[in-house]
């Protein structure tokens, strides 16, 4: 494993300043995955943290298929699902305490069930851990950013003055990222507003050591006398929510009896267990007016704030740094022109609001304002839920929005019957490769661009999307997908093959009419090919030129 490189010590002719290619604040699960990510693509980044180490309290407390498959990329699976609790559900409990719905969904996308509870903290820790591995990469710890100046997209980069001690810095860089919370000075530097709302309603988070209870699912308690929730941890750790009434002093609502009798009221059991902290939050349903000026991006908290009730928060930062961090370093290594980066705001914004209202409908059920209220709608889910396509639709959660872009960096496809559009995140399925070994389908694309072709793929067609890639300085591997229906002839060609065990792949590309797809460095589908089809050729190469600036849209 390399060492981390000591930026502080890189050389600095005299007169010059220090100079990172990306610097990052905040280091935080978003600042140091995107961290991370950069490393797998080989940029230098510096994480600036004004704290002396990582948070140590536990914050969020769910992950997603997408996150965990982040994490895949990152190099880091191996390490984090230890301490994963995979595949957990939610039990909704009347206000008569009668369970009236579950959620326990069973597929499994991205390669990982679609729900899964974790520990902030360890996560962040073995993040912070992971950069070790990248030569060029560093984290400052107990250094603040006081003020930054950015020169513009045709100057010298974005200038940083930082606080460390009594000591100040003064280093350089061509981007700067700004993961540094929902309070960000950088935001804020830039004067850029949030829109939305404040919940009314604040909530108690109570975190506990131990459980004796092996039930693995949350419970959460739609009971207008008291809103809570029950989050069962990896470790044998435990939460617990309890919504605040409007009028009641949070101080007060502290007080370590008060807690244990709510805790009693839910799970005689968890009330003598060891409390490791209790904590006041207020929700809030906001997002940046922009995510870019010049130079300077938002990413995580900084752009978006989401209330809990759908454990999307962190996960929505995840998916901004895996947005982020192939953009920027196609555009750092002079690969793809500095518009690049305008198509993460466009692609990214529209999906973390739509994950930001899902969040708030299941607030608002979560928290009946009266037993009428709570009778009304928990009254009607049950009824529809004797119907089996809405009983699937919540059950295994269908109603989470895809992970789709609109417009974006992206050849728009013309089959309607697509499965998979264009613009949106290609499923992992288990692939077998010779000799009969399965892996996941991430595992053999490598970090770069990914091309999957069928074994009736049009090789000029082919060929024209490698050139168009390699024209751009882009790395783009080949693999040959063979059919479910078909087994491994003798390959003597430079690519290795996978067989589409499930039929999976194959499904998706001929509900598009195609017979080859490229997928970005974050696996969304960035064209599908088509025999004959020279217009998706042409299309690819415009979006590529270097000086393309037009965004695409989904027809």
């Given at each position: ?251 007060e609502m502290l007080d370590e009896a008060r807690v244990r009798a709510w805790i009693h009221a839910r799970e005689p059991a968890d009330a003598q267990l060891p409390i490791t902290r209790k ?209 491994f002839l003798p390959h003597t060609g430079p690519d290795a093959s996978l067989r589409d065990c499930g039929g999976t792949l194959e499904a998706i590309l001929r509900s598009a009419g195609a ?41």
């Open positions: 494993m390399n060492a981390p490189l000591p930026l502080s010590a890189v050389p600095v002719l005299p007169g010059q300043q220090q100079h990172v290619p990306v610097v990052i604040v905040g280091a935080g699960p978003t600042g140091l995955m995107l961290a991370n990510l950069l490393g797998m693509q080989g940029v230098e980044v510096l994480v600036i943290e004004r704290n002396t180490s990582t948070v140590g309290e536990p914050r969020a407390v769910t992950i997603d298929d997408e996150s965990l498959r982040t994490v895949q990329a990152t190099g880091l699976i191996t390490e984090v699902l230890p301490h994963v609790v995979q595949g957990y559900g939610v039990h909704y409990y009347s206000w008569r305490n009668k369970v009236f719905a579950r959620i326990e969904p069973q597929a499994m996308e991205h390669g990982f069930p679609k729900r899964n509870a974790f520990r902030q903290q360890v996560l962040v820790g073995q993040l912070r851990d992971g950069l070790q591995r990248f030569a060029g990469s560093a984290i400052w710890f107990g250094h603040e950013l006081v003020k930054f100046h950015d020169d513009g997209e045709n100057g010298n980069g974005v200038q940083l003055e930082l606080r460390h001690g009594g000591e100040t810095k003064h280093i350089r860089c061509d981007w700067l990222v700004a993961c540094d919370g929902g309070r960000s000075g950088v935001r804020e530097q830039l004067g850029i507003q949030l829109t939305g709302s404040t919940y009314d309603e604040k909530w108690l988070i109570v975190d506990l050591l131990e459980r004796n209870s092996a039930f693995r699912h949350t419970r959460t308690y739609c009971d207008p006398a008291r809103p809570a929730i029950r989050l069962p941890g990896p470790d044998g750790t435990l939460r617990y929510e309890f919504m605040l009434h409007e009028g009641e002093d949070p101080d904590v006041v939050y207020a929700f809030h349903a906001r997002v940046a007016g922009r995510w870019k000026a010049g130079r300077v991006l938002l990413a995580g908290d900084a752009a978006h704030l989401t209330p809990p009730f759908a454990g999307q928060g962190m996960n929505s930062g995840v998916r901004d740094a895996a947005n982020l961090a192939w953009k920027l370093a196609a555009v750092v290594k002079g690969r793809l022109p500095a518009s690049l980066l305008d198509s993460y705001e466009t692609e990214r914004k529209p999906h973390a609001w739509s994950l930001i209202q899902m969040a708030v409908r299941i607030g608002t059920f979560m928290q009946p304002k009266s037993v009428p209220a709570a009778m009304l709608t928990q009254g009607a889910l049950k009824l529809f839920s004797v119907f089996p396509p809405v009983r699937d639709y919540v059950l295994q959660l269908k109603f989470k929005p895809k992970p789709r872009f609109f417009e974006g960096f992206f050849v728009p496809g013309h089959a309607a019957a697509a499965r998979v559009p264009a613009g949106q995140l290609l499923p992992q399925p288990q692939v077998e490769l010779p000799g009969g070994a399965q892996a996941a389908l991430d595992d053999l694309l490598g970090s770069g661009f990914a091309l999957l072709s069928l074994a009736d793929a049009e090789g000029s067609t082919v060929a024209a999307a490698q050139a168009a890639l390699a024209a751009a300085g882009l790395d783009c591997r080949h693999i040959p997908v063979v059919a479910q229906s078909d087994d017979q080859a797809v490229l997928l970005r460095p974050d696996r969304y589908v960035l064209a599908y090919l088509c025999r004959g089809d020279g217009q998706s050729i042409a299309q690819l190469r415009q979006l590529l030129q270097p000086h393309s600036t037009s965004i695409p849209q989904a027809a």
